[in-house]
Each structure stands twice: as structure tokens, then as C-alpha cells.
T-cell receptor, first 115, second 110 residues
Framework: GAVVSQHPSWVICKSGTSVKIECRSL??????MFWYRQFPKQSLMLMAT?????????EQGVEKDKFLINHASLTLSTLTVTSAHPEDSSFYIC???????????FGSGTRLTVV | QKEVEQNSGPLSVPEGAIASLNCTYS??????FFWYRQYSGKSPELIMF????GDKEDGRFTAQLNKASQYVSLLIRDSQPSDSATYLC??????????FGPGTRLSVLP
């Protein structure tokens, strides 16, 4: 089946530094990928839609200059959290829509802790 | 504002019982409906999807859809402790983003 590989699975960084999260589609091409954030005991919140070869579309309230998204190829999308702060600590998950609208497949998620 | 609502739970059922999870949605144009299971600290995994009114069965799971009532449910028969997780309902129209519900925490008691 379709697999989305996400790395790293967890990262701890110092406040003010930047962290890059990678999301790869392993056996299919994903022209669109989605980035979600999930705080403890809350549901998934869509942050942005990543489009191959063009600018990402950000949801209202998400700072595009803080959460940089690059989708340079059909199999790779990256999310960079710039100048991270403790309030950015969260579970970040990428996903891609499988052809035929059979739902999303999710990456394994990245637990970010900013200290 | 498109909304998907679920009872947050926790819903507690004894092992072997039927767990019933409910979801309502506001957008009448919604066309596809999904149930995901999420274990703590893990990503969601797809359990079932349903497009048409009625029931769809897959093993111990049955999804039920009633578009007139804007209601979709998931039944888990013979519940097991390993079914304890948060269940997310997701709704979308073709070509548009998914809208996720807040999830229902299910606890299956041995």
C-alpha cells in the first residue's frame, strides 16, 4: 500500500533554532501533501497544503514565514519550523491523498519539543 | 464553517461488547466519510471509508452513513482492549481538504 515516510520521529531543539521535518511518499507520487499539527488531547489541525512546484497554501492563523514549506519534487515535502519557541512544541504529521480519494495516508509523525 | 462533531468521551465498554461511535457533519455537500484510529503518540491509521448511504462492513467494523441526517457512525463488534484508542471521523468533498472531528476516546475494559 501507499506509504508516507516522515523523519525525524522526534526532535528536541533549543529555543531560537530551526528544525526541518521531511515527508516522503515512497511508492507513489504526491503532487499535494498536507501538514497537520496536533496538541495533546486535541484533534488534527491543518496547517498548510503543500503543492509540488508552487507555493504552499496556509490556513488562517498559520505564519508562513515561521513554518516554511518546500515541495520541490513529487515525492518530498519539507516543513521547517524557524526560530522555534516552546509553544511550537507539538506533534507534526504530514499526509498525502491517495489517488481515487481513498482517504489520506499519514506519515508517522514528528514529536517536536522546544526547550 | 464546515464542522465535524464527535463526543469526546471517554466511551468505556467492556471487552466483547459493541462500541458505537458517532459523528455528525454540517456540510451537506460532503461526499466521502472516513474513520481513523489513533493510538496515543502515533499517527492516525485508516479503518474504513464510506461513500453511500447504508452500512459497510469490514471484519469487526461497520460504518453506517445517513446523508439525510448528516450522520455517520462506526460500530466495533467484540471490542478488544487493543481497540482502546481515539477514533477520528473525517469528512470531505472531492478535491477539497478533509475536515476532522475532535475524536472520541474509546476505552475497552478487560
Amino acid at each position: 500500500g501507499a506509504v508516507v515516510s516522515q523523519h525525524p520521529s522526534w526532535v528536541i531543539c533549543k529555543s531560537g533554532t530551526s528544525v526541518k521535518i521531511e515527508c516522503r511518499s515512497l511508492d507513489f507520487q504526491a503532487t499535494t501533501m498536507f501538514w497537520y499539527r496536533q496538541f495533546p488531547k486535541q484533534s488534527l489541525m491543518l496547517m498548510a497544503t503543500s503543492n509540488e512546484g508552487s507555493k504552499a497554501t496556509y490556513e488562517q492563523g498559520v505564519e508562513k514565514d515561521k513554518f516554511l514549506i518546500n515541495h520541490a519534487s513529487l515525492t518530498l515535502s519539507t516543513l521547517t519550523v524557524t526560530s522555534a519557541h516552546p509553544e511550537d512544541s507539538s506533534f507534526y504529521i504530514c499526509s498525502a491523498n491517495i489517488q481515487g480519494a481513498r482517504g489520506y495516508t499519514f506519515g508517522s509523525g514528528t514529536r517536536l519539543t522546544v526547550v | 464553517q464546515k464542522e465535524v462533531e464527535q463526543n469526546s468521551g471517554p466511551l468505556s465498554v467492556p471487552e466483547g461488547a459493541i462500541a458505537s461511535l458517532n459523528c455528525t457533519y454540517s456540510d451537506r455537500g460532503s461526499q466521502s466519510f472516513f474513520w481513523y484510529r489513533q493510538y496515543s503518540g502515533k499517527s492516525p491509521e485508516l479503518i474504513m471509508f464510506i461513500y453511500s448511504n447504508g452500512d459497510k462492513e469490514d471484519g469487526r467494523f461497520t460504518a453506517q452513513l445517513n446523508k439525510a441526517s448528516q450522520y455517520v457512525s462506526l460500530l466495533i463488534r467484540d471490542s478488544q482492549p487493543s481497540d482502546s484508542a481515539t477514533y477520528l471521523c473525517a469528512v470531505n468533498q472531492y478535491g477539497q481538504n478533509f475536515v476532522f472531528g475532535p475524536g472520541t476516546r474509546l476505552s475497552v475494559l478487560p
